[in-house]
């Protein structure tokens, strides 16, 4: 098993471009998370999906954040405009049972604004 | 106030010591989470538990629902141990909340 795959790594954009975040979840996974994490707030949980369906958004920070998730292999999470505020590691994690199994988390993305 | 809080927020040891980190929360939980994120910023998941006691190899976690505590302890700690831990709780019946701590960053030296 490949465990759940993040791209990019890090990513490096200008105040106002658009960025795209992608996750492949771990096949048989039903539950699809996204967190953010910063020194200042530590990790938050933007937004969960379960079987597709994105259940609780309620820790999206903003309208300029949006998360889709077509199939049960893919999510994104795309930021736009973007803003330097928004700097941050990405994680993509994904379990069998919402946060009733274990989390398995991807390696990140590392997003710089500048 | 955070619903999750974890001690110590720093923690130094000598190799070989035992170790323990604490986690306490003010909500209800479904399901307690112990990670582990390591100074290259993966992060893995150690256990997932919900009531009494898990052991794996040299950890060894436990919570205690009346009281809304858990532990993570270390037995004979190895510098490879060095990493940043983090304890999440999953609030009550759908399990898609999550509450985390700010995180114990233990250094563990030879």
């Known amino acids: 098993d490949a465990g759940v795959i993040q791209s990019p790594r890090h990513e490096v954009t200008e105040m106002g471009q658009e960025v795209t975040l992608r996750c492949k979840p771990i096949?048989?996974?039903?539950?699809l998370f996204w967190y953010r994490q910063t020194m200042m707030r530590g990790l938050e949980l933007l937004i969960y999906?379960?079987?597709?369906?994105?259940?609780?958004d309620s820790g999206m920070p903003e309208d300029r954040f949006s998360a889709k998730m077509p199939n049960a292999s893919f999510s994104t999470l795309k930021i736009q405009p973007s803003e330097p505020r928004d700097s941050a590691v990405y994680f993509c994690?994904?379990?069998?049972?919402?946060?009733?199994?274990?989390?398995?988390f991807g390696n990140g993305t590392r997003l710089t604004v500048t | 106030k955070n619903e999750v809080e974890q001690s110590p927020q720093n923690l130094t040891a000598q190799e070989g010591e035992f170790i323990t980190i604490n986690c306490s929360y003010s909500?209800?939980?479904?399901?307690l989470h112990w990670l582990q994120q390591h100074p290259g910023g993966g992060i893995v998941s150690l256990f997932m538990?919900?009531?009494g006691k898990k052991k794996h190899g040299r950890l060894i976690a436990t919570i205690n629902i009346q009281e809304k505590h858990s532990s993570l302890h270390i037995t004979a700690s190895h510098p490879r141990d060095s990493a940043v831990y983090i304890c999440?709780?999953?609030?009550?019946?759908?399990?898609?909340?999550?509450?985390f701590g700010t995180g114990t960053s233990l250094t563990v030296i030879p």
């Open positions: 096949s048989g996974h039903n539950s």
């Open positions: 999440a709780a999953t609030g009550p019946v759908t399990g898609n909340q999550f509450y």
């Open positions: 909500v209800g939980i479904s399901a």
């Open positions: 538990l919900s009531s």
């Open positions: 999906f379960n079987n597709n369906v994105p259940i609780d």
């Open positions: 994690a994904s379990s069998r049972d919402r946060g009733l199994s274990p989390l398995h």
